[in-house]
């Protein structure tokens, strides 16, 4: 595969190289521990490698938003967790006496910098920053494509200063989104959905024009169905957005992209788990009182067979309200049938987002997708079309 970046493989002889990685380590804690180390875990192979071929390993990272340095958003406490997925020593470097210690470390040694946020400068990558960051290391790796929508001094500005490659995360990442909307095999199916239309409006402009189906869900849908000449009852719906979804509509039609609304459809007149008032309706059928909360199985069903003719699937965000059963059925069935899909071959699926992976994770499929980016803001930015600094650097 032809690649606009560098990755590991063209970095040569690691040999005492000090090696800057930028990786995302901002995990969740509760009550001083990591509650879920899927980040920690998505560093391993870039740092043992590198450690493996001799570098010096110097990484950095942000935890939390602070406004100063701060001992709860040190990293100093992600030492010893990163060092237990690691299975090696990770030693901890103060900002202060930071150049004294790294030049003690020796080939194959790993330390963790302090929080790169803990400097007003980084999130303006500004150059003192930038330069304070690279007096450190001879080379740079980005391994952090969750952070790559930031243009700040770690994940832009040491790209620009250092001889810059793509780590393994990032690498797997580039090349997953290349195949999912770059260069996809044709026919490609996008499954958007989520509560407001206004929070994926670029998402869904940009998408149009590049994919031939067009599956909405969630609360989105309802804004579509509005526009179409649904009563959605009480259901979630932005009316002062219809005129944007026929705009949507008709963006669809000139690029021959096919939009898919349910026809049947999960309502209830209260939004709890398992509510005695649950019914399937028809979409035109939905009372004044009742609220949209899930995508019938007649719809399903047909979603089901649409990806079957598909060879490529990118998905963000659930069908229905899948935190609270029964709500969750056509999401869990849809993501199965994906899974399906994508374990005998035919169909390339890669999904990203918060809720897209609680979703995936919950219909017990997110190993069997081809690739499932844990990022949030930048897999958005990236649906958007919009160029990501941290990933236009290391291009450059």
Known sequence: MARSFKTLDDMGDLTGKRVLVREDLNV????????????????????????????????????GRPKAPTPDLSTAQLTQPLSDVLGRP?????????TEAAAMLQPGDVALLENTRFFGGEEKN?????????????????????????????????????????????????????????????????????????????????????????????????????ARGVDVGKSLCEHD?????????????????????????VVSKEFAPNPPSVRTANVHEVAADEMILDIGAAATETLGDVLKTCRTLVWNGPLGAFETPPFDTATMALARTAAALTREGSLVSVAGGGDTVAALNQAGVASEMTFVSTAGG??????????LPGVAALSR
Not at 90 to 98: H, N, Q
Not at 241 to 260: G, K, Q
Request: with cysteine; net charge negative; charged share 25%.
């Open 28 to 63: 969740p804690m509760a009550d001083g521990k990591v509650s879920d180390d899927t980040r920690l875990r998505a560093a391993v192979p870039t740092v043992s490698e590198l450690s493996d071929r001799g570098a010096i390993v110097l990484i950095l990272a942000h935890f």
């Open 90 to 98: 990770v030693r901890y470097i103060d900002w202060e006496g930071d």
């Open 126 to 226: 500004d150059p003192v920053i930038v330069d304070r960051f690279a007096a450190l290391g001879d080379l740079y790796v980005n391994d952090a494509f969750s952070a790559a929508h930031r243009a700040h001094a770690s994940t832009a500005g040491l790209a620009q200063r250092l001889p810059a490659f793509a780590g393994r995360q990032m690498e797997a990442e580039l090349d997953a989104l290349d195949k999912a909307l770059g260069n996809p095999e044709h026919p490609v199916a996008a499954v958007v959905g989520g509560a407001k239309v206004s929070t994926k409006l670029d998402v869904l402009k940009h998408l149009v024009a590049r994919v031939d189906h067009l599956i909405i869900g969630g609360g989105m849908a309802n804004t579509f169905l509005a």
């Open 241 to 265: 957005l219809v005129p944007v979804a026929e705009e949507i509509f008709d963006a669809a039609d000139r690029a021959n992209c096919t939009i898919h609304l349910p026809y049947d459809v």
């Open 378 to 387: 930048a897999f958005l930015e990236w649906m958007e079309g919009k160029e």
